[in-house]
């Protein structure tokens, strides 16, 4: 009996070592302007807490409390990159640039945080095998970010945009409209995009096309 209790107690360790995600952090701009800044404003150690975080999170999020339901991902780096733009996410790694850093004007350590939830959920989140619209990915993204409590203060305010599929802080908020329609229902869609996309999950889970969603949402909006 004991025998097959400590089998049991190995075998759950094993699962759990299994499922866990190593996060490293690298400042490959360390030298430039925006480097320095990175070091002193915002450090690799609050960077590594927050893709903790992050990730975390968006499990919470997405309602993926059993690793069977994530992607299988053993490792997510950040670099800090003298590069153009903001960020990006490829290959389970997580590029932000060292040139935004030094010359964002407002508190570069809330808005690096909220970057890192946008670039972490496309790490974890599902695409629908490439065939999910990119505004919606981008979307999703940011509906993360939004939840988090991160959304900075340019973004779109509630009913702005011109289309659904917009992406960004447009779609973040048509996403955010709908989830107060059915709690969770960005959860529902990230899961039923784990093989495929088809614009029908929104009719499946809300009743109506996302089409007609868009007009909704916009109407309640309109002054």
Not at 72 to 97: C, K, P, Q
Not at 165 to 181: E, P
Request: aromatic residues 12%.
């Amino acid at each position: 009996m004991i025998l097959i209790f400590c089998l049991v107690i190995l075998a759950t360790l094993h699962l759990q070592a299994t499922h866990a995600v190593d996060y490293s952090v690298t400042n490959r701009a360390a030298t430039t302007p925006g480097g320095v800044r990175f070091t002193n404003e915002i450090g690799l150690e609050y960077s590594m807490q927050t893709l903790i975080s992050a990730t975390n999170f968006i499990w919470r999020t997405f309602r993926q409390n059993s690793p069977i339901n994530r992607k299988s991902v053993s490792r997510v780096s950040l670099f800090i990159d003298t590069m153009d733009g903001i960020a990006y996410a490829i290959n389970n790694e997580i590029h932000v640039s060292a040139n935004y850093i030094q010359g964002y004007s407002g508190d570069v350590k809330r808005e690096i945080t909220g970057v890192l939830y946008h670039e972490t959920t496309h790490i974890w989140q599902w695409n629908g095998n490439g065939q999910t619209p990119g505004g919606l990915i981008e979307g999703i993204a940011d509906f993360v970010r939004l939840k988090a409590g991160y959304a900075p203060s340019h973004w779109v305010k509630p009913g702005q945009g011109d289309r659904w599929d917009q992406g960004y802080d447009v779609t973040a908020r048509f996403l955010d409209y709908c989830d107060s329609l059915r709690n969770g229902f960005v959860a529902e869609l990230n899961k039923k995009m784990r093989n495929a996309y088809n614009a029908n999950y929104f009719v499946q889970l809300l009743g109506k096309t996302v089409d007609q969603l868009w007009s909704d949402y916009k109407a309640k909006y309109k002054k």
